[in-house]
């Protein structure tokens, strides 16, 4: 998506440790126009999987799945990095490692909201090395329900986790695909 790209070039950061810095407009202060245009352009691409929910991971994939969601019709789920006094005793669970955080965490869904009856499009802010996307995928197929696929605003390509995931047969479409990216060179997209 040329939008998301341009955005990235502008005002992406390339810290080091690998990390790509979009806190001013993605995760942390949020533009919600362009955010809105990455909602749109996701949703249409899974128009035709009868989506029933919009599933992401606490906290920075909301704003994402929530612009997914609305162009859906459908509710936004997130998954719960830490349970909580106010979550529902019977969870799904499935472990994750956070590339940004550098530890392990169980992510929780109630089954209140996550059934066998839905179809599921996992969406997220960034996709890496695969692990949260990999876990929110396995608290689907615990819960029987459907994954029709997953919308990213930005992958690390040049990191392999979509493409292992792809190799899976997994669906992923990504607004913005990074080939390299390095202080010095700036950001290469696919």
Known sequence: MQ?????????GKVFPGDV?????FLNHQLDAELLDA?????????????VTKVLTAEASGIAVACFVAAHLH?????????????????????KAHSYTHGNDY???????????????????DFLANGSALR???NLCIEAGAKVAG???????AYQGGGDELRAE???????????????????QFC
């Open 135 to 137: 876990a929110m995928r």
């Open 106 to 124: 169980t992510m929780v869904v109630s089954k209140e909201y996550l059934s066998s009856e839905d179809t599921v499009l996992i969406v997220d």
């Open 38 to 50: 990455v909602g749109a352009e996701i949703a249409d691409l899974f128009k035709d999987c009868a």
């Open 3 to 11: 939008l998301l790209e341009e955005r990235i070039r502008k005002d």
């Open 20 to 24: 790509l810095k979009v806190d001013s």
């Open 74 to 94: 459908c509710p936004a789920l997130f998954a719960k990095k830490t349970r909580t006094l106010n979550i529902a005793a019977s969870v799904w669970s499935a």
């Open 169 to 187: 047969g997994m669906r992923i479409e990504s607004m913005a695909r990074i080939a390299s990216m390095d202080a010095e060179d700036g950001i």
């Open 150 to 156: 997953a919308g990213i605003a930005i992958e690390k």
